[in-house]
T-cell receptor, first 113, second 116 residues
Framework: AQSVTQPDIHITVSEGASLELRCNYS??????LFWYVQSPGQGLQLLLKYFSGDTLVQGIKGFEAEFKRSQSSFNLRKPSVHWSDAAEYFC???????????FGAGTILRVKS | SQTIHQWPATLVQPVGSPLSLECTVEGTSNPNLYWYRQAAGRGLQLLFYSVGIGQISSEVPQNLSASRPQDRQFILSSKKLLLSDSGFYLC???????????????FGNGTRLTVT
């Protein structure tokens, strides 16, 4: 069964600074990988997804993520953080054929001005 | 375009009272539907999913039940709420099982349930 670990519960960065949120997954076969963002009191919005091909994936709102099979990682990055990026971010892993989508525990991003 | 509606947004209920949360999807047919519960620091826990009318699968034993009376309607219920049922409940849909690469999960805005 697949699993996801997001090692950082909280991260605080200054506005304009770069950001990297960590995600490690465990899955024996080819994974689907996703990053979702959740604003307070809201549902989750898909930022980006990866299945195959180019290991650097571009998403919405200026986010990107890099898949590293050797490290079982799918870290989310943004070169310059905006105050509106403050939210909770979830990494998720799924299987190719109708298996569960498993979410990490989330990382809360705080942006200080 | 597809939209998902979930209500109410917040709910405060006494212990032992019944529960009914509703979720509807527009703009698509035969979606896969899901109920998740979110607890602080624990990510999202899948409670129920449905691949068609009247077809419900439960992922965890609990005090809750789900029903799908219509193609695009998914209801989460309880006969008697417990304190431990408090949480943030999210409905989601996808065009494929569990949210594939080509059809990821799309979430509603959630319901904050407080059982007192």
């Amino acid at each position: 069964a697949q699993s996801v670990t997001q090692p950082d519960i909280h991260i605080t960065v200054s506005e304009g600074a770069s950001l990297e949120l960590r995600c490690n997954y465990s899955y024996g076969a080819t994974p689907y990988l996703f990053w979702y963002v959740q604003s307070p009191g809201q549902g989750l919005q898909l930022l980006l997804k990866y299945f195959s091909g180019d290991t650097l994936v571009q998403g919405i709102k200026g986010f990107e993520a890099e898949f590293k099979r050797s490290q079982s990682s799918f870290n989310l990055r943004k070169p310059s953080v905006h105050w509106s990026d403050a939210a909770e971010y979830f990494c998720a892993v799924g299987a190719q054929y109708g298996n569960k989508l498993v979410f990490g525990a989330g990382t809360i991003l705080r942006v200080k001005s | 375009s597809q939209t998902i509606h979930q209500w109410p947004a917040t709910l405060v209920q006494p212990v032992g009272s019944p529960l009914s949360l509703e979720c509807t999807v527009e703009g698509t047919s035969n979606p896969n539907l899901y109920w998740y519960r979110q607890a602080a620091g624990r990510g999202l826990q899948l409670l129920f999913y449905s691949v068609g009318i009247g077809q419900i699968s439960s992922e965890v034993p609990q005090n809750l039940s789900a029903s799908r009376p219509q193609d695009r309607q998914f209801i989460l219920s309880s006969k008697k709420l417990l304190l431990s049922d408090s949480g943030f409940y999210l409905c989601a849909w996808s065009g494929d099982s569990f949210g594939s690469y080509n059809s990821p999960l799309h979430f509603g805005n959630g319901t904050r349930l407080t059982v007192t």
